[in-house]
C-alpha cells in the first residue's frame, strides 16, 4: 500500500502577517458562527437565518460591518 505524501504549502499560501484587518476579522468572525451552529445541531439553512439576523448576536460579541472604504480594496475596478 503506498504511503500518501502531504502537500507541501507553498509561501504563497501562507499568510504573511499575523494581524487581520476588520474586514478579514468578521468574516473569520461569520464563518465561526456559522460552523458553531452547524456543530450545534442547526441545519444549515436555519444556521445561515439566524447568522443573517445581526440580532441573534451574543451580546459580548463585538461587531462592525466593514465600512465602504475597507470592502473596495478588495473589490475589483473590473465589476463597476
Known amino acids: 500500500m503506498a504511503t500518501s505524501r502531504k502537500k507541501k504549502i507553498a509561501p504563497s499560501d501562507t499568510?504573511?502577517?499575523?494581524?487581520?484587518?476588520?474586514?478579514?476579522m468578521y468574516c473569520i468572525?461569520?464563518?465561526?458562527?456559522?460552523?458553531s451552529l452547524l456543530k450545534a445541531g442547526f441545519k444549515p439553512d436555519v444556521a445561515m437565518t439566524i447568522m443573517m439576523d445581526k440580532e441573534?448576536?451574543?451580546d459580548w460579541v463585538e461587531w462592525r460591518i466593514p465600512s465602504i472604504n475597507e470592502i473596495s480594496k478588495y473589490m475589483d475596478e473590473d465589476e463597476d
Do not use: A
Request: aromatic residues 24%.
Open 29 to 35: 468572525w461569520l464563518n465561526e458562527y456559522y460552523t
Open 15 to 24: 499568510i504573511e502577517s499575523d494581524s487581520y484587518n476588520r474586514l478579514e
Open 56 to 58: 441573534s448576536y451574543p
